[in-house]
């Protein structure tokens, strides 16, 4: 059994920037103002990032060597074990140990020390915990298991007469057939093995990471409680992944003159048992939050009949945004009917998704068309907030940018190799054209006249613009992450010519990275406002207590 060690240079950069990413993203979540509120956010994102990273779907056909070459992508070499099996877990680990890294640094001149000694025990949550050990020893149970299974030769199909094109046709179905169990077992028992050991380190660094001066103590307690919580819901699907893994090579049927082609195993639906199980399970809530103290939603605002009717449009313009976001997919199946077959319907991806962003910065800027003239006055003086975008917001769509001149680039120079028809040029003209409509909506903000201010709405101008640059400048930076995961999901041939080592590794790391890029870019564009929202004044006693 040998691996090759040979790693080209975009295997090598694709962890490291989807890292980054998602290390930025986490930050800005907690960037300005690292209140309760925030940090729930923060948490609820790890959450989300680590449960989408944590799929094994290209590997429960782990050990299955397919019949019909080129029709399964089912893992069964060295390599494509290692890929297969190392990706999410080495994912899911990072993404829960950069959700620790990425929280702040004290910043205050003192620092208040604690004279008890933080030990995991003390956060983690107990049946929860002895929970996630049943289902790791029920794993380790079901790898040993098949230890013992021999090996299947794979039965080929009849292959027919070469077709005009050169490649060769296959009559029948054939069986498939698989690896030696113990081969298998070695690389799911290692899998297992390295996440517990990760776990663990997770847990250590929950445990011995910083207090956070915002936060109580009894705050900073359930923070770790929470983190803890997240972590262990995943590992255990991944643990019972494993398993279901097992189970699919297990069941597999011998060839033979009666064959099926699909089979059932108990071990997937306990699977999908414990994906249901860990998916409802309760998460804590920070004391300050049960309290609700500080909590501040847009249905609050409103609701609340202190709120000038400006913030009050500014909302309603946020639901305005999902629609008409969401309103090009419902043309997504007529992209393809009016674009032509040969190699060119990935293009409506493209276009679908510079329309998509277009038209939320059209509905910011229709937006400050209508505050100014419902409550703009041309005597009020312009107000422009201290700070209209967040350090941590600007450097990641800088980030995302420099993703995209990337993948135009090595996109350009992959189809020059394969001597495809140029397509990068049309991305980077649609790219001119929303950077056209965010420039527009950014003036928009800045010349929108003042919005007259009472005494007891001081700052309410000022809040209203960092709203919206907040909206534009986050639909800029998905947009960026959007385009160069369609460069990398549609061009999968390009830039395998670029690194032709590719053809040794499944599956191909572009589509991964790809799908990696959309979902951070699907994250971003849905990340609230509210953290903005309590900068809004209100008219009257109806006001919220400071974080």
Do not use: C
Not at 201 to 210: E, F, H, K, S, T
Not at 392 to 419: D, K, N, P, R, W
Not at 506 to 522: D, E, K, N, T, W
């Amino acid at each position: 059994m040998t691996v090759s060690f040979y790693l080209p240079p975009l295997l090598l950069l694709a962890p490291v920037i989807g890292a980054l990413l998602v290390y930025l993203f986490l930050r800005v979540q907690v960037w300005s103002s690292p209140d309760s509120k925030s940090v729930e956010s923060h948490g609820l994102w790890v959450g989300i990032i680590g449960w989408m990273a944590s799929s094994l779907q290209g590997a429960m056909s782990a050990g299955i060597i397919p019949a019909n070459p080129g029709a399964s992508n089912a893992p069964f070499t060295s390599e494509a074990l290692l890929s297969a099996l190392s990706w999410p877990i080495a994912a899911v680990l990072l993404v829960h140990a950069l959700g620790q890294w990425s929280y702040p640094a004290p910043k205050a001149p003192r620092r208040y020390a604690e004279l008890t000694v933080r030990r995991i025990r003390d956060f983690l949550p107990r049946k929860l915990a002895w929970t996630t050990l049943v289902i790791f020893a029920y794993a380790a149970a079901a790898v040993a298991s098949i230890a013992a299974l021999p090996a299947y030769a794979a039965v080929l199909p009849t292959p027919a007469a070469p077709s005009a094109e050169g490649t060769t046709v296959y009559m029948g179905q054939g069986q498939d057939g698989r690896i030696a169990g113990s081969e298998l077992a070695g690389w799911l028992g290692g899998a297992l093995a390295v996440l517990a050991a990760g776990t663990w380190l997770v847990l250590v660094l929950i445990a011995r990471r910083r207090q956070l001066e915002t936060l109580d103590s009894d705050d900073n307690r359930v923070l770790r409680t929470i983190a803890t919580n997240r972590l262990l819901r995943t590992v255990s699907t991944i643990a019972a992944g494993l398993a279901a893994i097992a189970g699919n090579f297990a069941a597999l049927p011998a060839p033979g003159a009666v064959w099926q082609s699909s089979w059932f195993t108990m071990l997937g639906f306990i699977n999908m048992g414990v994906l249901l199980a860990m998916w409802w399970w309760r998460v804590p809530m920070l004391p300050s939050l049960v309290a609700g103290s500080n909590t501040v939603s847009g249905k609050a605002l409103r609701a609340d009949p202190g709120t000038h009717g400006a913030a009050k449009l500014s909302i309603s313009i946020g639901a305005l945004m999902g629609i008409m976001g969401a309103a090009p997919l419902l043309t997504i199946v007529f992209w393809y009917s009016f674009v032509p077959a040969q190699g060119e319907g990935t293009l409506g991806l493209a276009i679908l998704v510079a329309a998509m962003a277009s038209l939320v910065l059209l509905s910011i800027a229709v937006g400050e068309l209508l505050l100014a003239r419902n409550y703009g006055d041309p005597e009020a003086p312009l107000h422009w907030p201290r700070q209209a975008v967040s350090r941590g917001l600007l450097t990641f769509a800088i980030v995302s940018a420099a993703i995209f001149a990337i993948a135009i680039v090595m996109t350009g120079a992959g189809q020059g190799l394969v001597a495809a028809s140029p397509s990068w040029p049309t991305n980077l003209l649609l790219t001119f054209g929303v950077g056209v409509v965010g420039i527009a909506s950014i003036l928009a903000v800045r010349r929108r006249r003042g919005v007259p201010e009472s005494p007891g709405e001081q700052g309410l101008d000022a809040a209203l613009r960092a709203i919206s640059m907040y909206r534009i400048v986050r639909t800029l930076a998905a947009y960026f992450l959007a385009q160069s995961a369609m460069l990398l999901l549609t061009n999968v041939e390009a830039w395998g010519a670029l690194y032709p080592a590719f053809d040794r590794l499944a599956p191909s790391p572009a589509p991964v990275v790809g799908a990696i890029l959309l979902a951070a870019s699907v994250a971003v564009v849905v990340t609230p406002v509210r953290r903005l929202f309590r900068g809004i004044p209100r008219r009257g006693s109806v006001t919220e207590p400071a974080p």
